[in-house]
């Protein structure tokens, strides 16, 4: 399976929604869609699911276009609908049909899909009366059921509560060891768990396309974090002064400190420290977490 982006544009009126995009997404990768809201990543996912055409360049899967590959896709909305009063079991019935498939083959597959996402002892109760972590879970289902070789996710748990949101997590995290996804979100903690890949957007231009690995190591920098107590931060302005020392910032009790070579420095700056008395609560290397990196690259 592969799925191939190429210069798609999508413009609204006079905002250009999508702008000049392109990726690749191979099978058994699991990738994150980034980017504030109004980036355009469900505009984007839209055109991956062929909901909506692009005004430029195409979307191919396995090397044929987007409209012919349909039964390939499968398409979690942001806020599955679903009619309350039918029990799931009926719903994942009538969106088989709905996806052409056969009855008999529906009927088949919907204990084995129900028992995967964890709803299969309320298979026969009513949807209206699930959760929103239960109802995503069956709209994750009926993505699954007829087998495709794509997911696609649109923001699947950022309108759920933290209980709903790490069932749903701990459902990818399980189903993308069969699948190949692609999700947006902007709970980063959420993407750093699930995806391998990262895929940033601003303005509906891509800014990076990376694993997670390679961002963190780009963007990380040779940075110490001290936290002491009140009385010691008068030792900042010894610490301005050192010559290895390129930055300083400060947040409450914690001290960031960027230095020149975080494995020959990082023990002269303690050695320091301990020299003028500083009472240190803790000493450690600082990583930047996907949230800063996202504010340095995204929110501009």
């Known amino acids: 399976m592969k799925l191939e982006i190429k210069h798609v544009k999508k413009a609204y009126k006079d905002k250009m929604a999508v702008n000049d ?37 195409e979307v ?33 019935a009538f969106m088989g049909q709905l996806s052409g498939l056969q009855k008999e083959e529906v009927i088949h597959s919907i204990s084995e899909i129900l028992a995967k996402v964890g709803l299969r002892e309320v298979g026969d109760s009513k949807v209206g009366t699930f959760s929103g972590g239960m ?20 923001e699947p748990v950022s309108a759920l509560d933290p209980i709903g949101r790490r069932e749903v997590v701990n459902l990818i995290r399980d189903i993308k060891q069969d699948t190949t996804i692609i999700l947006s979100t902007h709970i980063l903690s959420d993407a750093e768990e699930i995806c391998e890949r990262f895929v940033m957007i601003r303005n509906g231009i891509k800014i990076e396309d990376t694993t997670v690995g390679e961002l963190f190591a780009r963007n990380n920098k040779n940075k110490l974090s001290i936290h002491c107590t009140a009385k010691d931060l008068k030792w900042i302005d010894t610490a301005k002064k050192l010559p290895y020392v ?24 303690l050695e320091n420290a301990l020299v003028h008395e500083v009472d240190i609560v803790k000493f450690e290397i600082h990583t930047d977490t996907l949230e800063e990196i996202f504010l340095q690259l995204v929110v501009k």
């Open 246 to 269: 390129r930055e300083i910032e400060v947040t409450g009790h914690r001290i960031d400190i960027e230095v020149e070579n975080i494995q020959t420095d990082k023990n002269r700056v």
């Open 21 to 57: 995009f392109s990726m690749e997404l191979n099978a058994g990768e699991c990738v994150g869609l980034i980017g504030p809201n109004g980036a355009g990543k469900s505009t984007l996912l839209k055109m991956i699911t062929d909901m909506i055409k692009p005004d430029e360049g």
């Open 60 to 92: 191919l899967l396995n090397g044929k276009k987007i409209a012919q590959m349909k039964r390939e896709i499968g398409y979690l909305p942001q806020y599955p609908n679903f009619y309350h009063w039918m029990t799931a079991r009926e719903t994942l």
């Open 135 to 154: 109802k995503q879970r069956l709209g994750i289902a009926q993505a699954l059921l007829h087998k495709p070789a794509l997911i696609v996710m649109d």
